[in-house]
Structures are given as C-alpha cells and as structure tokens.
C-alpha cells in the first residue's frame, strides 16, 4: 500500500509521512543545508535506528547514533544537559538537525533538545511506538518530566517532518501498543467518532499492530491532531482539547513516579473527566458508559486507588490549563464536542474520583 501523507498546517508546514519502507523521506526533511546530523534513539532500538543511520549515511551526511535512556527515563534533565553537551562537541550548528527516533519519550526528548540547543535547530521524528506516531511527535510539544510534575520544562517547537514507519510497530510490548490505543481512543471522543465504531467493531484487532484497521485508526488520529495543532500551535485555545483526560493522568504519572503508561493513566483521566461531565449535567451517563466500555475492550485501566485522590487533587493543581488558583478541565458535551469545565466545586471534583476509585 502506498505511503499516506498528511501535512501539518500553520506557520511552517510539514509533512508525516505513513507507511512502510518510508525511510527514503528523510533526507528531504533534514534538508539540503545540513551537513551533521545526531541520531538521537531509545538506546535498545539499534534494529530501528540503524536503517535511519544509514539512509541518513546514503544520502551523504555526516551522521552520528546519540542513544538515550528508554522510555520515561529519557525526560530527565540530566539526559537533556548529556545530549548539548554531546551535540557540541559534535560540532552541530544552526544549519544542522536532529533526527530523533523512538516513542513518545524519546521524541519529546530529543525535540526539546533540538528546540534549547543553539536556540532551536532543526528536528526530524520517527516514532516508533503507535502513541508516538499519532500523537507525541505530531505538534511540536516537546519536553521533559520533573519531580514536581510531567512535562513541566519544555518549548513548542515543531518538526520539519515526520516519519511512521508502520513496520516498526510489530516489535512493540501489547502493553506498550495498548497504551498508545488511549490516544487514539482519546482523539475519537474528542473530534472522530468513526475511531470509537472503529474499536468497538473489532477490540482484538484494534489492540494488535496487525489489526485489519490499523492504518485507518492510525491516519484518523493523525488528522485528528494535525487539524488541532496546525490552527493552534501554542494552545491559547482550540489545542486545550488533546488534553482530554490529561489532567488526572499527569497527576497519576506524577504519583506513579512516572513508571505508569502514559496512555493507562490517560484512559483513567478520560472516565474521570466523563464523569465530572455527568455529575456537572453536561454528559448522558450512556456516554460515560461508552468511555469505560470502549477502553476496557482493549485492555486499558478504567479506574485507580480510592486513597490517591488527596495527592492527585494536589497535583492537579499545576496542571498548565490552570489558570491561577482555578482548575480547568477538557469535557464533552457529546461524543465529538469538547468544552471547558472551569473552577468545579471541590465536591464535584471529589464525587467524579468516587466513581472511578477502586
Ligand atoms: N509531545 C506530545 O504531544 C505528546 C503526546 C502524547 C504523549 N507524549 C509523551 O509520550 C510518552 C509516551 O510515549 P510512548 O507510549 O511511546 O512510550 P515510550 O516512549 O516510553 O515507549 C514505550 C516503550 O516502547 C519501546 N519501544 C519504542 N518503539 C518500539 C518498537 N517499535 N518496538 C519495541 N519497543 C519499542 C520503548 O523503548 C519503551 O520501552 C510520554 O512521555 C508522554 O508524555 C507526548
Ligand atoms: O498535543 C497536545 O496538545 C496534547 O495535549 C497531547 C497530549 O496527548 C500529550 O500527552 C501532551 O504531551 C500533554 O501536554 P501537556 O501540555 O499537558 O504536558
Ligand atoms: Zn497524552
């Protein structure tokens, strides 16, 4: 099947590249004017990172492997502080680039590092996990996690293009590939519902990189985020609404001391902001029901321990919709219609941890 190009509007342009074997639009996106490139990977995907090394190679640059810690562990400033000290003495300059290849960590990583060093060079991403290619490396938040909370410290600063090699895919951890499905999931009660019919129809094979619609959920997703950020890059509105169910899930990671799946904390934060819709009057309960019906038929969590919510309560405060001492929330209306929940009362906020507490 040919490869499905999807461009990403706004400012600059560009474009993610789906497919498989689509190694070969690298260059075009690293450029004409560049001489080096780092190779910045998850340190245990040599097997992916290798043909990218060498595609980059064959097409005449200077190319060098930067491997990184796997998985959240790469979100570390320590990590970061290693990658400009090593891009330095790589001798990279602002004509230059960095690919950055791995999951969602990873690109988040290696685009933050793109976006500090020199003030902001150029940043090339091939997600290799199914979250990564339809979410994190699509949009150009980058960053990284500090004790204090996820995601703190990080820049917009999106890609000149992105690569999602579908074949990478089959290596992947079911547990892994499910979390990934959150976001997917996420993107159809926000914008597609066709996604939600999708899963429903064939829970087994949405959980299984060889699902007989994994390229449609896929591109579905992409197009999802692509028509978000490409009208708001910085979230001064319209991007608030990836956020859905990300205020609890941050809190939870931040507990979990970021060694709980992004997308299993993000599923729970999903049922929990339905049920804030519900208790607030906004949301039938047949659509809280679908979230957990729907989520659970791929194997993602629904619920969490009833005797987290003073600290996740606390956490929740710094989320970065807050506006000072006000909490703000990502809801549905519908299925398809996010709003704004702002400033709920402590006791709403309490009442909707009650119903996903376990
Ligand atoms: N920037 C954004 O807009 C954005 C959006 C969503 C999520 N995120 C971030 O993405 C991160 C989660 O990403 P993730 O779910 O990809 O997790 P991850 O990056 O931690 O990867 C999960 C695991 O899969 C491994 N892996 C990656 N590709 C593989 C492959 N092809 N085969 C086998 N193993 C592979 C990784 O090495 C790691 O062990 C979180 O930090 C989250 O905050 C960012
Ligand atoms: O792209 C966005 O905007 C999102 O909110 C997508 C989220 O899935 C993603 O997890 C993002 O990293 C969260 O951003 P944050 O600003 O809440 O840290
Ligand atoms: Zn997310």
Not at 3 to 23: N, S
Not at 101 to 106: D, E, K, T, Y
Not at 144 to 171: R, Y
Request: proline letters at 6%; aromatic letters at 6%.
């Amino acid at each position: 099947m040919s490869a499905a190009t999807i461009t990403v509007g706004g400012a600059d342009p560009y474009d993610v590249v789906i497919g498989t074997g689509v190694l070969g639009a690298l260059p075009g996106m690293v450029g004409p004017k560049a001489r080096t490139v780092a190779v910045v990977h998850a340190a245990r995907l040599t097997a992916i990172s290798g043909p990218v090394v060498h595609a980059l190679e064959e097409a005449g640059y200077a190319v060098h492997a930067v491997p990184v810690p796997d998985g959240e562990a790469a979100k570390d400033v320590a990590v970061l502080a290693g990658l400009w000290s090593r891009f330095a003495r790589l001798g990279l300059t602002r004509t230059d680039a960095v690919v950055g290849v791995g999951g969602g960590a990873a690109t988040d990583l290696a685009g933050f590092a793109a976006a500090s060093y020199l003030r902001g060079i150029r940043a090339v991403l091939v997600p290799t996990t199914l979250l990564a290619m339809v979410d994190a490396a699509v949009g150009g938040k980058t960053g990284i996690d500090i004790p204090e909370g996820k995601n703190l410290v990080g820049a917009f600063h999106p890609p000149a293009g992105v690569v999602c090699d579908l074949a990478t895919l089959v290596t992947m951890d079911r547990a892994d590939y499910v979390s990934g499905l959150a976001e997917v999931v996420k993107a159809g009660f926000i914008a597609d519902p066709r996604i939600l019919e999708l899963v429903e129809d064939d829970p087994d094979g949405a959980a299984r990189p060889d699902g007989p619609h994994t390229r449609e959920l896929i591109e579905r997703a992409v197009r999802v985020k692509a028509d978000v950020v490409g009208a708001d890059l910085k979230e001064a509105g319209l991007r608030e609404i990836l956020n859905y169910g990300h205020t609890l899930a941050h809190a939870i990671e931040k507990a979990e001391e970021y060694r709980f799946r992004h997308g299993y904390a993000v599923a729970i934060g999903m049922v929990y902001a339905a049920e804030l819709a519900r208790l607030a009057g906004r949301l039938p309960q047949s659509a809280v029901d679908r979230h957990r019906a729907v989520l659970a038929s791929v194997g993602l969590p629904v619920s969490y321990p009833g005797g987290a919510w003073p600290e996740l309560r606390a956490t929740m405060s710094i989320d970065k919709k807050s506006r000072g001492a006000t909490l703000r929330f990502i809801v549905l209306d519908a299925v398809g219609e996010p709003g704004r929940l702002e400033g709920p009362d402590e006791k709403l906020l309490e009442a909707a941890y009650q119903e996903v507490a376990r």
